[in-house]
């Protein structure tokens, strides 16, 4: 039987979502606890990778069991967890689904904040120019043009190791969630490794009027890559959402 697990965490302490030797990561810990409470090993199969810092909302990961879950699994399992990683929901699906391959698309959200504030640290960054300095409509016009451009060989640090840098993006915006609280959406169908925060980091650029518009365009259409890349800090940006065939 094969089970989707909707699941958050914070990464703050953790060495990304993949397991890796001699690092804590979130699948390791989930696989662990879940090794605890079904009695068993399991393998934990994710919907993507998500770097060292970064943090999930909307996570999906399946596993395939020989019985059905128990009742109680979910309070068995948040219990066996971690208290930064929990698991809201898990439900059946058919066999032929799969958390990696099957998604449709995936929603990242990229929390900004322009004031100081010593609840938001791990969880958003700080940019330290304010509100009214940054230039909010440069950085929307720059977002725009993401969603007419599919080729991304410019924000992909090892495009040889992509088998395609193609990817459509749906959504790319810029929501104002309080008077020093930003959000930049973006939707698409795949994304490639550091995609999100490497855009980020330019339309910080753009906002900070270290870069202009038109050269973030004319970069993108002749996908060059920068000499050395700049990431966003991975505090701020959370995996949303992964959507699937109704």
Same mark, same amino acid.
């Given at each position: 039987? $094969? ?8 990464? /703050? ?5 993949? $397991? ?7 699948? *390791? ?8 409470? !079904?009695? $068993? ?5 994710? %919907? +993507? ?8 909302? +909307? ?11 128990? @009742? ?20 059946? @699906? ?11 698309? $995936? ?19 700080? =940019?330290?120019?304010? /509100? *009214? ?13 993401? =969603?007419?451009?599919?080729?991304? #060989? ?6 040889? #190791?992509?088998?395609?840098?193609? %990817?459509?993006?749906?959504?790319? &915006?810029?929501?104002?969630? +309080? *008077?020093?609280?930003? %959000? ?15 855009? @980020?980091? &330019?339309?910080?650029?753009?906002? /900070? ?10 970069? !993108? ?26």
């Amino acid at each position: 039987m $094969r089970y989707f697990l909707r699941l958050s965490y914070d990464g /703050t302490h953790y060495h990304g979502w993949q $397991r890796q030797p001699n690092v804590l990561s979130v699948q *390791e810990s989930i696989e662990i606890a879940l090794e605890k409470v !079904l009695k $068993r090993r399991v393998s934990l199969i994710g %919907c +993507g990778r998500t770097d060292a810092g970064v943090h999930a909302s +909307g996570y999906i990961a399946h596993i395939d069991i020989p019985d059905a879950l128990p @009742v109680s699994f979910l309070a068995k399992i948040n219990f066996a967890l971690p208290e930064d990683i929990a698991i809201h929901r898990a439900w059946e @699906v058919e066999r032929g689904l799969h958390a990696q391959f099957s998604a449709i698309n $995936r929603t990242y959200h990229y929390h900004l904040h322009t004031r100081k504030s010593p609840f938001v640290r791990h969880h958003s960054t700080l =940019l330290h120019d304010g /509100t *009214e300095k940054l230039d909010w409509d440069a950085m929307q016009a720059a977002a725009d043009y993401l =969603l007419d451009h599919s080729e991304y #060989k410019g924000c992909c640090k090892v495009p040889e #190791k992509h088998d395609s840098t193609i %990817c459509q993006i749906s959504e790319a &915006q810029f929501v104002r969630h +309080g *008077e020093h609280d930003w %959000c930049f959406q973006i939707t698409g169908n795949r994304f490639l490794r550091g995609m999100v925060r490497l855009l @980020v980091a &330019q339309l910080i650029n753009i906002g /900070t009027g270290k870069d202009k518009v038109a050269d973030f365009k004319a970069r !993108l259409q002749a996908g060059e890559r920068p000499d050395h890349f700049v990431y966003a800090l991975a505090q701020g940006l959370r995996l949303y959402s992964v959507r699937y065939p109704e």
